[in-house]
């Protein structure tokens, strides 16, 4: 088998952010994987509040940012069952936003991220 990749076959690649309470991380990366995500990654972020406005409202400052490479034909529907968990799950507010993933270096990588592997 060629290692080159059919070209009608290449899909384009979006990085999908998506910012939720830390607690909720693992919860919120178990959603996206549905979606056929092979990669992800979850960081710890922390509020870009000041101190001030923390204390006041009483909100944690801690966030899960979680980062997931998918392929763009499959953005919409993943946003679309953040936005619905963002509104359903108690306590389950967060951000979710995708921004082009402009390159890859090399076939089998681009395979993994894009669930296009040889079966």
């Given at each position: 088998?060629?290692?080159?990749?059919?070209?009608?076959?290449?899909?384009?690649?979006?990085?999908l952010?998506?910012?939720?309470?830390?607690?909720?991380?693992?919860?919120?990366a178990?959603?996206?994987?549905q979606?056929?995500?092979?990669?992800?990654?979850?960081?710890s972020?922390?509020?870009?509040?000041?101190?001030?406005?923390?204390?006041?409202?009483d909100?944690?400052?801690?966030?899960?940012?979680?980062?997931?490479?998918?392929?763009?034909?499959?953005?919409?529907?993943v946003?679309?069952?953040?936005?619905?968990?963002?509104?359903?799950?108690?306590?389950?507010?967060?951000i979710?936003?995708?921004?082009?993933?402009?390159?890859?270096?090399?076939v089998?990588?681009?395979?993994?991220?894009?669930?296009?592997?040889p079966?």
């Amino acid at each position: 088998m060629s290692n080159s990749i059919n070209e009608a076959s290449i899909k384009k690649l979006k990085l999908l952010f998506t910012v939720v309470d830390r607690q909720k991380g693992e919860f919120y990366a178990d959603v996206i994987s549905q979606f056929d995500v092979n990669f992800q990654m979850i960081l710890s972020g922390r509020g870009t509040a000041t101190s001030e406005i923390i204390e006041l409202l009483d909100l944690n400052p801690h966030k899960a940012v979680i980062l997931s490479v998918l392929r763009e034909d499959k953005v919409e529907s993943v946003i679309h069952a953040l936005e619905d968990r963002f509104k359903t799950v108690k306590n389950g507010a967060g951000i979710a936003f995708a921004v082009p993933f402009s390159s890859v270096i090399g076939v089998n990588l681009y395979r993994f991220f894009s669930d296009n592997r040889p079966q």
